[in-house]
């Protein structure tokens, strides 16, 4: 038996200023709490009702808010752990938690999802005390119905950010557990339990929301049916997925039901992830967006803009904020205004393709090492800054070469910010304003999910239960077209015909990765597919510019850092080490 988790979610359930006092305070949230408002006194007030909804709102964009890990303390977000990036905001590198995942040195006292755990708990309490307590506010019953709805979904919600994280969590039903004088069985729910609730709790929420083509512009960002669906989609895509799907990495009879759906293959797992996909696109809410481009503006133009717009036909569950320059602040170079804080390695450059659709490697393609940037997929343009890429200059006003090569590591720039160099010879762009400079406000949210995801989804669970039929194609095909690939004489955007399964999974795969670099997904994705054993267990690679005399470049690449995946273990998160050592029942995954 163990009570510590639930101190931890009993006195943080209140965040901000419409903090409930609990019944114990010794969590590390208490110590910031400025007011103590009652449960009574917060719902009998119409505002702080729906202020205390609201707050459960607060973390549901943690997989793309850059600065994340200034929010939850000790956890840095999972762009910055895996192949896509490295933080270059230290001369050393990583600082702790992530050198230690990078390197494979983490603990279940230091990895970086530790406060994770603790705080999404905390607004797993939360909803279930909006559901519980709302009834008896002064709000119409059907706004308490629609509200409450709204927290349903938020609850699943962050159930499914622990279950990516850890596998089978402990469910706690409507339960708030104020009374922490009561026994408590604290145990992990199976991994199958835990999705089939999520899903069921989606169907429920979905009934008492509206349709986002329903919605009033002023509720924008509220919690709606397409949201629901998507959920259910994402999490049954990873059911499915090999990681959760025949061949757990344990045989353990305790531990396996907790990291797999089914111990043995099961196809139909992949014709409900199909399902709860296609259901999305029925629904005629969504669409890819896209746009006329504007004479001579840049290829790939619908991408691009897309991340720059606060509503369009793609996203379908946006993380809401005011008009900020967050991202420019952050990436881009000392240069352009920006940290430099992030460096895309050369990997996931590596993935982006060529302007023909096709890979670097192939046959055809056009690539030539001498001059690497030159016809790329144009969302490579759009999501990374690499050496004379032209991004608007605040000193010249207007748009301007980098020059990468005067800021390479460990070499003193001439304004002495060798810390803020790059580490890897590559800055990013993805999201960014990079045609008006840092100084510009933009109107972006984030996207936490967007239409592509659910295509790719369907795409994805078609090919493996059907193979690469004419549908999948049209799928791919019209992600790459949006992406501003060359259809080519045959019309097929550099896919081959006559595809195998797996010719046609490596595809989509690839996809995913350029698709939706920085948003969040390659972490999760690696480890779904059970590849991460291969793609995040080698050097994280850069690129080494040199300038000639005649003004000419050349290109290496190098190792910028040698990373380590350990298998079986790092496939799960731990449990925090505090939680287990004081629980009986309380199993921790595999290997730590």
Request: some cysteine; charged content about 20%.
């Amino acid at each position: 038996m163990i009570k510590q988790l639930f101190k931890y979610i009993a006195a943080g359930c209140l965040v901000t200023a419409m903090m409930v006092a609990c019944k114990k305070s010794d969590s590390f949230l208490d110590k910031r709490q400025t007011e103590s408002l009652t449960e009574q006194m917060v719902f009998s007030d119409s505002a702080k009702t729906l202020s205390f909804l609201t707050d459960l709102y607060a973390y549901t964009g943690m997989d793309l808010i850059h600065n994340r890990y200034t929010l939850i303390t000790s956890a840095v977000g999972n762009d910055y752990a895996c192949m896509e990036d490295m933080t270059s905001h230290s001369v050393s590198y990583y600082s702790d938690p992530q050198a230690s995942f990078i390197t494979g040195a983490s603990t279940a006292r230091n990895y970086f999802t530790t406060n994770y755990y603790k705080t999404y708990y905390q607004k797993i309490r939360a909803a279930n005390q909006y559901i519980k307590k709302v009834k008896g506010s002064p709000l119409s019953v059907g706004m308490q119905l629609r509200t409450s709805a709204e927290a349903r979904y938020l609850r699943a919600w962050y159930y499914a950010q622990l279950v990516r994280y850890f596998g089978g969590v402990m469910l706690v039903g409507d339960t708030i557990y104020s009374d922490l004088s009561t026994p408590i069985d604290y145990k992990r729910n199976s991994y199958k339990e835990c999705i089939d609730y999520i899903v069921a709790e989606c169907d429920k929420a979905t009934a008492d929301l509206p349709a986002a083509v329903d919605q009033p512009a002023a509720d924008y960002g509220r919690i709606t049916q397409g949201m629901c669906m998507a959920l259910k989609a994402r999490m049954l895509v990873t059911a499915a997925s090999p990681l959760y799907n025949g061949n757990p990495i344990s045989t353990d009879g305790q531990l396996q039901p907790l990291i797999s759906y089914s111990a043995s293959y099961d196809a139909n797992l992949w014709q409900k992830a199909a399902d709860a996909c296609k259901a999305v696109m029925n629904s005629n809410n969504y669409s890819l967006y896209e746009t006329a481009s504007i004479p001579g503006t840049r290829a790939g133009y619908s991408f691009w803009k897309l991340f720059l717009l606060r509503k369009n036909s793609e996203y379908i569950m946006p993380y809401m904020m005011g008009y900020n320059t967050n991202l420019e602040g952050a990436w881009f170079p000392v240069s352009r205004g920006g940290s430099g804080w992030s460096t895309p390695s050369q990997n996931l450059v590596d993935a982006f393709g060529m302007a023909n659709g096709k890979a670097t490697s192939s046959p055809g393609s056009g690539y030539d090492p001498k001059f690497p940037y030159n016809n790329r997929d144009p969302r490579f343009y759009n999501s990374i800054i690499y050496n004379q890429a032209t991004v608007y200059n605040n000193s010249t006003k207007k748009m301007d070469p980098v020059d990468i090569f005067k800021t390479w590591q460990g070499t003193l720039s001439a304004d002495g910010l060798q810390a803020y160099s790059t580490k890897t010879g590559y800055y990013s762009r993805k999201m960014c304003n990079d045609s008006t400079g840092k100084y510009t406000n933009t109107q972006r949210v984030y996207p936490v999910i967007r239409y592509a995801e659910i295509l790719m989804g369907y795409a994805e669970a078609m090919n493996e239960l059907n193979g690469p039929t004419p549908e999948v194609y049209d799928i791919v095909k019209s992600i790459r077209k949006r992406g501003g690939i060359l259809p080519g004489a045959d019309n097929m955007y550099g896919l081959d015909a006559g595809m195998s399964k797996e010719a046609m999974r490596g595809i989509i795969r690839n996809e995913y990765e350029v698709e939706f670099a920085y948003e969040g997904h390659w972490y999760y994705d690696t480890r779904r597919w059970k590849t991460a054993e291969v793609t995040e267990n080698r050097p994280i690679q850069g690129m080494m510019v040199t300038k000639q005399q005649d003004n000419s470049f050349t290109y290496q690449t190098i190792t910028a850092l040698n990373a380590v995946f350990l298998y079986p273990k790092m496939y799960f998160a731990p449990l925090p080490f505090d939680e287990v050592n004081k629980s009986a029942t309380l199993l921790q995954n595999p290997g730590w």
